[in-house]
Protein backbone atom coordinates (compact mmCIF):
# COMPACT_ATOMS: atom_id res chain seq x y z
CA UNK A 1 0.00 0.00 0.00
CA UNK A 2 1.32 3.12 -0.33
CA UNK A 3 1.00 5.55 1.95
CA UNK A 4 3.13 8.87 0.42
CA UNK A 5 0.63 11.05 0.09
CA UNK A 6 -1.10 10.34 3.01
CA UNK A 7 -1.08 13.41 5.43
CA UNK A 8 0.79 12.95 9.23
CA UNK A 9 -0.01 14.93 12.02
CA UNK A 10 1.54 14.10 16.13
CA UNK A 11 -1.69 12.57 17.80
CA UNK A 12 -3.85 14.30 20.14
CA UNK A 13 -3.74 11.39 22.33
CA UNK A 14 -0.15 11.16 23.10
CA UNK A 15 1.25 11.55 26.10
CA UNK A 16 4.75 12.64 26.99
CA UNK A 17 6.47 12.73 30.33
CA UNK A 18 9.85 13.97 31.48
CA UNK A 19 12.08 11.39 33.16
CA UNK A 20 13.35 13.28 36.22
CA UNK A 21 16.63 10.74 36.22
CA UNK A 22 17.62 11.20 32.72
CA UNK A 23 18.33 14.19 30.67
CA UNK A 24 17.59 13.48 27.20
CA UNK A 25 14.72 10.96 27.69
CA UNK A 26 11.08 11.05 27.76
CA UNK A 27 7.75 7.92 28.10
CA UNK A 28 5.25 8.71 25.69
CA UNK A 29 2.34 7.01 25.90
CA UNK A 30 -0.52 6.99 23.76
CA UNK A 31 -4.35 7.45 25.04
CA UNK A 32 -5.83 4.88 23.13
CA UNK A 33 -3.44 2.13 21.97
CA UNK A 34 -2.22 1.82 25.04
CA UNK A 35 1.48 1.91 23.68
CA UNK A 36 4.47 2.90 26.07
CA UNK A 37 7.97 3.95 24.61
CA UNK A 38 10.96 5.65 26.06
CA UNK A 39 12.26 8.09 23.29
CA UNK A 40 14.61 10.59 23.08
CA UNK A 41 13.76 13.85 23.82
CA UNK A 42 14.77 14.70 20.07
CA UNK A 43 11.75 12.80 18.84
CA UNK A 44 9.59 14.39 21.10
CA UNK A 45 10.59 17.95 19.42
CA UNK A 46 10.46 16.66 15.77
CA UNK A 47 6.58 15.47 16.53
CA UNK A 48 5.59 18.39 18.31
CA UNK A 49 7.30 21.21 15.55
CA UNK A 50 4.73 20.78 12.93
CA UNK A 51 1.25 20.35 12.50
CA UNK A 52 1.86 18.71 9.47
CA UNK A 53 4.88 15.69 9.57
CA UNK A 54 6.91 14.64 6.88
CA UNK A 55 8.68 11.42 7.13
CA UNK A 56 11.56 12.56 4.83
CA UNK A 57 12.34 15.64 7.27
CA UNK A 58 12.74 13.38 10.14
CA UNK A 59 15.86 13.59 12.03
CA UNK A 60 15.64 9.68 12.48
CA UNK A 61 15.14 6.27 10.75
CA UNK A 62 12.36 5.01 8.81
CA UNK A 63 12.02 1.90 11.43
CA UNK A 64 11.68 4.49 14.18
CA UNK A 65 9.25 6.29 11.84
CA UNK A 66 7.19 3.10 11.35
CA UNK A 67 7.40 2.59 14.68
CA UNK A 68 6.02 5.75 16.10
CA UNK A 69 3.42 4.96 13.42
CA UNK A 70 2.18 1.61 14.61
CA UNK A 71 2.05 2.96 17.76
CA UNK A 72 -0.43 5.58 17.29
CA UNK A 73 1.97 8.68 18.04
CA UNK A 74 2.69 9.70 14.42
CA UNK A 75 -1.37 9.28 12.76
CA UNK A 76 -3.21 9.63 9.70
CA UNK A 77 -6.36 10.42 11.45
CA UNK A 78 -7.91 13.90 11.44
CA UNK A 79 -8.61 16.18 15.33
CA UNK A 80 -11.92 14.78 14.53
CA UNK A 81 -11.55 11.31 13.19
CA UNK A 82 -9.11 10.72 16.66
CA UNK A 83 -12.18 11.48 18.70
CA UNK A 84 -14.21 9.38 16.69
CA UNK A 85 -12.35 6.39 16.83
CA UNK A 86 -11.72 6.90 20.34
CA UNK A 87 -16.08 7.41 21.06
CA UNK A 88 -16.16 3.96 19.10
CA UNK A 89 -13.41 1.81 21.32
CA UNK A 90 -15.36 3.63 24.31
CA UNK A 91 -18.41 2.58 23.41
CA UNK A 92 -16.95 -1.23 22.49
CA UNK A 93 -15.55 -0.70 26.20
CA UNK A 94 -18.86 -0.50 27.43
CA UNK A 95 -20.56 -2.91 26.21
CA UNK A 96 -18.12 -5.06 27.48
CA UNK A 97 -18.86 -3.75 30.77
CA UNK A 98 -22.58 -3.81 30.63
CA UNK A 99 -22.08 -7.78 30.87
CA UNK A 100 -21.39 -7.91 34.61
CA UNK A 101 -24.09 -6.94 36.95
CA UNK A 102 -22.85 -6.80 40.77
CA UNK A 103 -25.03 -6.00 43.69
CA UNK A 104 -24.55 -4.17 47.05
CA UNK A 105 -27.44 -4.55 49.88
CA UNK A 106 -27.82 -1.77 52.73
CA UNK A 107 -29.51 -3.19 55.57
CA UNK A 108 -30.16 0.28 57.22
CA UNK A 109 -29.47 3.53 56.74
CA UNK A 110 -28.74 3.95 60.45
CA UNK A 111 -25.20 4.62 61.79
CA UNK A 112 -23.72 4.38 65.45
CA UNK A 113 -20.92 6.99 64.37
CA UNK A 114 -21.75 10.77 64.28
CA UNK A 115 -18.81 11.78 61.48
CA UNK A 116 -19.03 14.82 60.45
CA UNK A 117 -18.13 14.65 56.79
CA UNK A 118 -19.98 11.80 56.25
CA UNK A 119 -23.14 11.83 53.81
CA UNK A 120 -25.46 10.54 57.20
CA UNK A 121 -25.89 13.88 57.85
CA UNK A 122 -27.96 14.46 54.51
CA UNK A 123 -29.56 11.03 55.10
CA UNK A 124 -30.79 12.13 58.35
CA UNK A 125 -32.92 14.69 56.93
CA UNK A 126 -35.50 12.00 55.43
CA UNK A 127 -36.44 11.74 59.43
CA UNK A 128 -35.89 9.20 62.19
CA UNK A 129 -38.97 6.59 61.32
CA UNK A 130 -37.05 6.65 57.59
CA UNK A 131 -33.72 6.27 58.80
CA UNK A 132 -34.16 3.61 61.16
CA UNK A 133 -35.81 1.29 58.97
CA UNK A 134 -34.45 -1.97 58.12
CA UNK A 135 -34.48 -5.05 55.62
CA UNK A 136 -36.94 -7.20 56.39
CA UNK A 137 -36.81 -10.63 55.59
CA UNK A 138 -38.97 -10.35 52.87
CA UNK A 139 -37.84 -7.31 51.42
CA UNK A 140 -34.11 -9.36 51.00
CA UNK A 141 -36.44 -12.01 49.57
CA UNK A 142 -37.38 -9.64 46.93
CA UNK A 143 -33.91 -8.20 46.44
CA UNK A 144 -32.60 -11.64 45.57
CA UNK A 145 -35.71 -12.09 43.05
CA UNK A 146 -34.85 -8.64 41.91
CA UNK A 147 -30.59 -9.87 41.39
CA UNK A 148 -32.34 -12.89 38.93
CA UNK A 149 -34.79 -10.06 36.71
CA UNK A 150 -31.65 -8.17 36.71
CA UNK A 151 -28.49 -10.02 35.82
CA UNK A 152 -30.27 -13.02 33.91
CA UNK A 153 -26.51 -14.59 32.63
CA UNK A 154 -25.79 -15.40 35.83
CA UNK A 155 -22.41 -16.28 34.44
CA UNK A 156 -21.67 -12.96 34.06
CA UNK A 157 -22.57 -11.97 37.98
CA UNK A 158 -20.24 -10.80 40.15
CA UNK A 159 -20.50 -13.62 42.98
CA UNK A 160 -20.24 -11.55 45.99
CA UNK A 161 -22.46 -8.53 47.89
CA UNK A 162 -21.14 -5.68 49.04
CA UNK A 163 -22.75 -4.72 52.21
CA UNK A 164 -23.04 -1.03 52.98
CA UNK A 165 -24.80 2.06 54.78
CA UNK A 166 -25.59 3.93 57.51
CA UNK A 167 -23.25 1.10 59.08
CA UNK A 168 -23.83 -2.17 57.65
CA UNK A 169 -22.64 -3.78 60.64
CA UNK A 170 -25.05 -3.02 63.11
CA UNK A 171 -24.96 -5.11 66.15
CA UNK A 172 -28.65 -4.11 66.35
CA UNK A 173 -29.21 -5.68 62.65
CA UNK A 174 -27.29 -8.99 63.39
CA UNK A 175 -30.30 -10.96 62.33
CA UNK A 176 -31.09 -9.30 59.34
CA UNK A 177 -27.83 -8.91 58.43
CA UNK A 178 -27.48 -12.91 59.27
CA UNK A 179 -30.68 -13.85 56.95
CA UNK A 180 -28.81 -11.95 53.98
CA UNK A 181 -25.72 -13.96 54.04
CA UNK A 182 -27.56 -17.44 54.94
CA UNK A 183 -29.74 -17.25 51.96
CA UNK A 184 -26.84 -15.92 49.65
CA UNK A 185 -24.63 -18.54 50.51
CA UNK A 186 -26.19 -21.48 48.65
CA UNK A 187 -26.21 -19.13 45.96
CA UNK A 188 -22.25 -18.77 45.73
CA UNK A 189 -22.55 -15.75 46.52
CA UNK A 190 -19.85 -14.42 48.86
CA UNK A 191 -19.58 -10.99 50.91
CA UNK A 192 -17.79 -7.60 51.63
CA UNK A 193 -18.84 -4.99 53.86
CA UNK A 194 -17.64 -1.05 54.20
CA UNK A 195 -18.14 -1.09 57.80
CA UNK A 196 -16.36 1.16 60.68
CA UNK A 197 -15.95 -1.76 62.93
CA UNK A 198 -17.51 -0.90 66.16
CA UNK A 199 -19.74 -3.38 66.31
CA UNK A 200 -17.74 -6.35 64.55
CA UNK A 201 -17.67 -8.69 67.66
CA UNK A 202 -20.74 -9.02 66.96
CA UNK A 203 -20.93 -10.36 64.06
CA UNK A 204 -17.80 -12.96 64.50
CA UNK A 205 -19.44 -16.31 63.30
CA UNK A 206 -20.04 -14.80 59.95
CA UNK A 207 -16.62 -13.88 59.47
CA UNK A 208 -14.69 -16.27 57.50
CA UNK A 209 -13.43 -16.72 54.17
CA UNK A 210 -16.64 -18.48 53.16
CA UNK A 211 -19.16 -15.94 54.19
CA UNK A 212 -17.94 -12.49 55.09
CA UNK A 213 -14.82 -12.08 53.51
CA UNK A 214 -13.42 -8.60 53.05
CA UNK A 215 -13.90 -6.07 54.78
CA UNK A 216 -13.07 -2.46 54.27
CA UNK A 217 -12.50 -0.14 57.33
CA UNK A 218 -11.70 3.42 58.26
CA UNK A 219 -9.77 4.89 60.55
CA UNK A 220 -8.61 8.67 60.58
CA UNK A 221 -4.86 8.47 62.12
CA UNK A 222 -3.45 7.63 65.44
CA UNK A 223 -5.91 7.67 68.52
CA UNK A 224 -5.80 11.24 69.19
CA UNK A 225 -7.06 12.11 65.54
CA UNK A 226 -9.40 9.00 65.05
CA UNK A 227 -11.12 9.74 68.34
CA UNK A 228 -11.70 13.40 67.53
CA UNK A 229 -13.39 12.32 63.63
CA UNK A 230 -14.92 9.07 64.35
CA UNK A 231 -17.40 9.36 67.36
CA UNK A 232 -19.93 7.16 68.41
CA UNK A 233 -23.06 8.58 69.27
CA UNK A 234 -23.13 6.76 73.15
CA UNK A 235 -19.49 5.55 73.97
CA UNK A 236 -17.58 8.67 72.52
CA UNK A 237 -14.14 7.18 71.38
CA UNK A 238 -14.11 4.92 69.03
CA UNK A 239 -10.31 3.85 68.26
CA UNK A 240 -9.61 1.06 70.29
CA UNK A 241 -12.10 -1.08 70.24
CA UNK A 242 -12.04 -0.68 66.39
CA UNK A 243 -8.26 -1.75 66.43
CA UNK A 244 -9.41 -4.85 68.63
CA UNK A 245 -11.50 -5.86 66.51
CA UNK A 246 -9.12 -5.76 63.56
CA UNK A 247 -7.30 -8.44 64.91
CA UNK A 248 -10.25 -10.34 65.88
CA UNK A 249 -11.32 -10.56 62.11
CA UNK A 250 -8.17 -11.76 60.96
CA UNK A 251 -7.63 -14.37 63.16
CA UNK A 252 -11.18 -15.46 61.61
CA UNK A 253 -9.21 -15.05 57.97
CA UNK A 254 -11.32 -12.41 57.15
CA UNK A 255 -9.25 -9.77 54.88
CA UNK A 256 -8.91 -6.65 56.44
CA UNK A 257 -8.04 -3.15 54.32
CA UNK A 258 -7.71 -0.18 56.55
CA UNK A 259 -8.98 2.99 54.80
CA UNK A 260 -6.47 6.08 56.84
CA UNK A 261 -8.54 9.17 56.06
CA UNK A 262 -5.73 11.61 55.39
CA UNK A 263 -5.38 15.33 55.37
CA UNK A 264 -2.42 17.51 56.34
CA UNK A 265 -3.44 17.23 60.42
CA UNK A 266 -2.85 13.48 60.11
CA UNK A 267 -0.68 12.65 58.28
CA UNK A 268 2.68 13.03 60.36
CA UNK A 269 0.72 9.97 62.30
CA UNK A 270 0.44 7.15 60.21
CA UNK A 271 4.25 5.99 60.95
CA UNK A 272 3.03 5.50 64.44
CA UNK A 273 -0.29 3.91 63.29
CA UNK A 274 1.65 1.78 61.00
CA UNK A 275 4.03 0.68 64.39
CA UNK A 276 0.98 -0.06 65.93
CA UNK A 277 -0.52 -2.55 63.78
CA UNK A 278 3.18 -3.49 63.74
CA UNK A 279 3.35 -4.51 67.26
CA UNK A 280 -0.13 -6.17 67.56
CA UNK A 281 1.51 -8.34 64.96
CA UNK A 282 -1.06 -7.45 61.71
CA UNK A 283 1.38 -7.01 59.46
CA UNK A 284 1.91 -11.22 59.99
CA UNK A 285 -1.61 -11.80 57.99
CA UNK A 286 0.27 -10.32 54.84
CA UNK A 287 -2.07 -11.94 52.05
CA UNK A 288 -5.35 -10.43 54.51
CA UNK A 289 -4.10 -6.97 56.02
CA UNK A 290 -3.31 -4.10 54.14
CA UNK A 291 -3.64 -0.27 54.63
CA UNK A 292 -3.90 2.72 52.51
CA UNK A 293 -4.07 6.58 52.29
CA UNK A 294 -7.97 7.61 52.00
CA UNK A 295 -7.15 11.27 50.10
CA UNK A 296 -9.49 13.73 51.47
CA UNK A 297 -9.90 16.28 48.84
CA UNK A 298 -12.52 19.07 49.65
CA UNK A 299 -15.40 18.57 47.14
CA UNK A 300 -15.63 14.73 49.29
CA UNK A 301 -16.25 16.41 52.92
CA UNK A 302 -18.09 19.66 55.10
CA UNK A 303 -15.40 22.29 54.20
CA UNK A 304 -16.06 23.94 57.47
CA UNK A 305 -14.85 21.24 59.62
CA UNK A 306 -11.83 22.68 61.43
CA UNK A 307 -10.54 19.35 62.65
CA UNK A 308 -9.75 18.85 58.23
CA UNK A 309 -7.16 20.73 56.23
CA UNK A 310 -7.26 19.30 52.98
CA UNK A 311 -4.73 19.21 50.40
CA UNK A 312 -3.77 18.46 46.94
CA UNK A 313 -2.70 15.24 45.26
CA UNK A 314 0.99 16.85 44.20
CA UNK A 315 1.11 18.00 47.98
CA UNK A 316 -0.10 14.94 49.14
CA UNK A 317 2.91 12.84 47.58
CA UNK A 318 5.44 15.39 48.11
CA UNK A 319 4.78 14.83 52.24
CA UNK A 320 5.09 11.09 51.50
CA UNK A 321 8.26 10.76 49.95
CA UNK A 322 9.87 13.70 52.33
CA UNK A 323 8.72 11.58 55.33
CA UNK A 324 9.59 8.34 53.77
CA UNK A 325 6.38 6.97 54.56
CA UNK A 326 6.04 3.21 53.01
CA UNK A 327 2.01 3.31 52.05
CA UNK A 328 -0.93 2.68 49.57
CA UNK A 329 -1.69 5.73 48.13
CA UNK A 330 -4.01 6.96 45.14
CA UNK A 331 -1.39 6.57 42.68
CA UNK A 332 -0.40 3.15 43.13
CA UNK A 333 -2.86 1.47 40.84
CA UNK A 334 -1.66 3.45 38.01
CA UNK A 335 1.83 2.99 38.59
CA UNK A 336 1.27 -0.77 38.86
CA UNK A 337 -0.95 -0.43 35.05
CA UNK A 338 2.46 1.06 33.84
CA UNK A 339 5.33 -1.15 35.38
CA UNK A 340 3.69 -4.35 34.70
CA UNK A 341 3.05 -2.43 30.92
CA UNK A 342 6.52 -1.75 30.41
CA UNK A 343 7.94 -5.09 32.21
CA UNK A 344 6.14 -7.26 30.07
CA UNK A 345 6.19 -5.54 27.02
CA UNK A 346 2.54 -5.20 26.49
CA UNK A 347 0.02 -2.58 26.34
CA UNK A 348 -2.00 -0.53 29.19
CA UNK A 349 -5.22 -2.14 30.17
CA UNK A 350 -7.76 0.94 29.49
CA UNK A 351 -11.52 1.65 30.09
CA UNK A 352 -13.86 3.77 29.18
CA UNK A 353 -16.04 4.14 32.43
CA UNK A 354 -15.08 4.98 36.01
CA UNK A 355 -16.74 2.08 37.71
CA UNK A 356 -19.50 -0.45 37.70
CA UNK A 357 -22.07 2.28 38.63
CA UNK A 358 -22.13 3.70 34.61
CA UNK A 359 -22.66 -0.22 33.51
CA UNK A 360 -24.33 -3.01 36.07
CA UNK A 361 -23.84 -1.78 40.15
CA UNK A 362 -27.08 -2.18 41.49
CA UNK A 363 -27.50 -1.02 45.12
CA UNK A 364 -30.86 -2.25 47.39
CA UNK A 365 -31.85 -0.04 50.36
CA UNK A 366 -34.43 -1.40 52.85
CA UNK A 367 -37.33 0.69 51.62
CA UNK A 368 -37.35 -0.57 48.12
CA UNK A 369 -35.25 1.56 46.38
CA UNK A 370 -32.72 0.69 43.76
CA UNK A 371 -29.21 2.74 43.03
CA UNK A 372 -26.28 2.68 41.01
CA UNK A 373 -24.08 4.66 43.35
CA UNK A 374 -23.20 4.49 47.03
CA UNK A 375 -22.62 8.33 47.16
CA UNK A 376 -25.76 8.96 46.33
CA UNK A 377 -27.93 6.41 48.58
CA UNK A 378 -30.84 7.99 50.26
CA UNK A 379 -30.99 11.20 47.59
CA UNK A 380 -34.39 9.70 45.38
CA UNK A 381 -33.44 12.39 42.66
CA UNK A 382 -31.16 9.37 41.96
CA UNK A 383 -33.69 6.50 41.95
CA UNK A 384 -33.08 3.84 39.41
CA UNK A 385 -35.99 2.28 40.20
CA UNK A 386 -37.97 0.28 43.22
CA UNK A 387 -38.01 -3.63 43.88
CA UNK A 388 -41.29 -3.75 46.55
CA UNK A 389 -43.22 -5.23 44.05
CA UNK A 390 -43.01 -7.99 41.85
CA UNK A 391 -42.31 -6.14 38.93
CA UNK A 392 -39.25 -3.97 38.62
CA UNK A 393 -40.57 -0.29 38.35
CA UNK A 394 -37.75 1.28 36.59
CA UNK A 395 -37.50 5.06 35.94
CA UNK A 396 -35.98 4.96 32.44
CA UNK A 397 -34.84 7.86 32.37
CA UNK A 398 -32.00 7.64 35.55
CA UNK A 399 -31.26 4.57 34.24
CA UNK A 400 -30.51 5.95 30.46
CA UNK A 401 -28.44 8.14 32.63
CA UNK A 402 -26.33 6.61 34.40
CA UNK A 403 -25.63 3.23 32.40
CA UNK A 404 -25.15 5.24 29.09
CA UNK A 405 -22.94 7.25 30.30
CA UNK A 406 -18.85 6.67 29.30
CA UNK A 407 -15.83 8.27 28.75
CA UNK A 408 -17.42 9.42 25.18
CA UNK A 409 -20.57 11.29 26.44
CA UNK A 410 -18.37 13.72 28.12
CA UNK A 411 -17.33 16.18 25.90
CA UNK A 412 -14.53 17.10 28.25
CA UNK A 413 -13.44 13.20 28.17
CA UNK A 414 -14.01 12.73 24.97
CA UNK A 415 -11.25 14.85 23.76
CA UNK A 416 -8.29 14.38 26.79
CA UNK A 417 -5.42 12.36 25.91
CA UNK A 418 -5.95 11.07 30.00
CA UNK A 419 -9.46 9.51 29.50
CA UNK A 420 -8.97 6.02 28.50
CA UNK A 421 -6.44 5.97 31.66
CA UNK A 422 -8.65 8.23 34.18
CA UNK A 423 -11.81 6.69 32.96
CA UNK A 424 -13.42 9.85 33.43
CA UNK A 425 -12.85 10.07 37.44
CA UNK A 426 -16.03 10.01 39.58
CA UNK A 427 -19.95 9.83 37.85
CA UNK A 428 -21.30 11.60 40.62
CA UNK A 429 -19.07 14.28 40.62
CA UNK A 430 -19.14 14.36 36.60
CA UNK A 431 -22.97 14.32 37.07
CA UNK A 432 -23.11 17.26 39.33
CA UNK A 433 -20.34 19.65 38.16
CA UNK A 434 -20.95 19.13 34.75
CA UNK A 435 -18.45 17.02 33.62
CA UNK A 436 -15.72 18.52 35.51
CA UNK A 437 -13.62 16.87 38.90
CA UNK A 438 -10.77 17.51 40.75
CA UNK A 439 -9.56 14.37 38.43
CA UNK A 440 -9.26 16.68 35.65
CA UNK A 441 -6.74 18.73 37.72
CA UNK A 442 -4.68 15.49 39.58
CA UNK A 443 -4.76 13.04 37.14
CA UNK A 444 -1.77 14.81 34.90
CA UNK A 445 0.18 15.37 38.27
CA UNK A 446 -0.69 11.64 39.59
CA UNK A 447 0.36 10.26 36.40
CA UNK A 448 3.59 11.81 36.02
CA UNK A 449 4.47 10.67 39.40
CA UNK A 450 3.27 7.24 38.88
CA UNK A 451 5.42 7.34 35.32
CA UNK A 452 8.32 8.16 36.77
CA UNK A 453 8.18 5.44 39.39
CA UNK A 454 7.22 3.17 37.40
CA UNK A 455 10.04 3.51 34.85
CA UNK A 456 12.85 3.93 37.71
CA UNK A 457 11.47 0.34 39.33
CA UNK A 458 12.02 -0.88 36.31
CA UNK A 459 15.05 -0.03 35.43
CA UNK A 460 16.27 -0.75 38.94
CA UNK A 461 14.84 -4.46 38.44
CA UNK A 462 16.66 -4.82 34.73
CA UNK A 463 19.87 -4.28 36.43
CA UNK A 464 19.90 -6.52 38.89
CA UNK A 465 19.33 -9.22 36.03
Same mark, same amino acid.
Given at each position: ?93 ? *? ?80 ? @? ?13 ? *? ?64 ? @? ?20 ? +? ?8 ? #?????? +? ?16 ? *? ?15 ? #? ?12 ? *? ?27 ? +? ?91
Amino acid at each position: MNTDSYEYRFSSYTISVDLENTKDKVMLVHGYTGAIDIANKTILSFLKSNKSLLKENAPFSDNTWNRLLSRGYITTKTKKEEHAYVARMANAYH *KRNKLFSSFIFIPSYDCNFRCRYCIESQVSQMGQKWIKKSFTKEMVDKAYQAMEKIGPHIEFNVKQILLYGGEPLLKINKDI @VQYIVEKGHPLKYKF *KAITNGYDLEAFKDLLSPDLIYSLQITIDGTKEWHDQRRIHFQDGRTFDKIIQNIGMALEQGVEVI @VRINTDKNNLDSIPELKEIFAH +LGYYKFEKLF #SVYVGW +LQETDLNPADESIQYMDF *KELNQRLVEKKIDICHP #SDMLYNNLYKTINA *KKLLALNSTGCSSQSGAYVFDPVGNIYSC +LEIVGDTQYILGNYANDVIQWNENEVSKWHNMNISTMKRCSVCKYAFLCHGGCTIKRIKNDGYTQTCESFPVMFKIAANRAYNTYVLASSDI
